[in-house]
């Protein structure tokens, strides 16, 4: 299995709603990130999880709220997002600290925060 | 300072043509992978191929090729016998060895290229 799986694949949300996204990878990879891209513009990283331990945060506000339950799982807890929110969310995965390893990445969740 | 720099926003290329996307770094670190990914319509981030700072061989995966000139700090990707189904946006990343913390974790992207591959 060398795939990173994001569920939903789209997302509409209301600003006071609570949702999560999903991602989940079987590659034994123990590094796992949270990106952002908005349209035209390349991904920005959010969060790195480094043996399902926070390693960056990138002054995300707190309405963004990550979670690793265990080596194969990441979570995007979100709430009380704004329009400006609305954007595609990569999660990628990668095998660790070595530079030749590069990410895999899943094919995003398209979020609408209306 | 921009770390990496894609000078193209768009590029267009004729069917089963050859075209080379630019790609110039800025690092001061002795230790650093550079990368291509491809990103169709779709959004997924497809990888393409990589580039050790101390790889002595420019890189090769299939139709892919990497001119890597360090002294000049450019890493353009050549994509040899374009397709209709290359088009797409081209992104070049890094990954410095970085100091503690973590920040050898970073995937630091150029704001892409959009090439357009005509029949």
């Known amino acids: 299995d060398t795939e990173v799986t994001q569920t939903p694949k789209h997302l509409v949300m209301g600003m006071t709603n609570k949702k999560s996204l999903k991602c989940e990878q079987h590659m034994g990879h123990r590094a796992m990130y949270w990106y952002k891209q908005k349209a035209k513009k390349p991904p920005e990283l959010m969060f790195v999880?480094?043996?399902?331990?926070?390693?960056i945060n990138e002054s995300v506000p707190s309405r963004f709220s990550p979670e690793c339950p265990n080596s194969s799982l990441l979570n995007l807890h979100l709430h009380a997002l704004q329009p400006e929110d609305s954007a595609l969310y990569l999660c990628?995965?990668?095998?660790?600290?070595?530079?030749?390893?590069?990410?895999?990445f899943g094919s995003g969740t398209r979020l609408t925060v209306v | 300072a921009q770390k990496i720099t894609q000078t193209q926003p768009g590029m267009f290329v004729q069917e089963k043509e050859a075209v080379t996307l630019d790609c110039t770094y800025d690092?001061?670190?002795?230790?650093?992978?550079l990368f291509w990914y491809k990103q169709p319509s779709s959004g997924e981030m497809i990888f393409l191929i990589y580039?050790?700072?101390?790889?002595?061989q420019n890189a090769t995966e299939g139709r892919y090729s990497l001119n890597f000139q360090k002294a000049r700090k450019s890493a353009n990707l050549v994509i040899s016998a374009s397709q209709l189904g290359d088009s797409a946006m081209y992104f070049c990343a890094m990954r410095e060895e970085g100091n503690s913390g973590g920040s050898n974790y970073k995937l630091t992207f150029g704001k892409g290229t959009l090439l357009t591959v005509n029949p």
């Open positions: 690092t001061s670190d002795q230790s650093y992978g």
């Open positions: 990628a995965s990668s095998y660790g600290q070595l530079l030749n390893y590069g990410y895999t």
């Open positions: 580039q050790g700072s101390y790889d002595e």
């Open positions: 999880y480094s043996y399902e331990k926070l390693s």
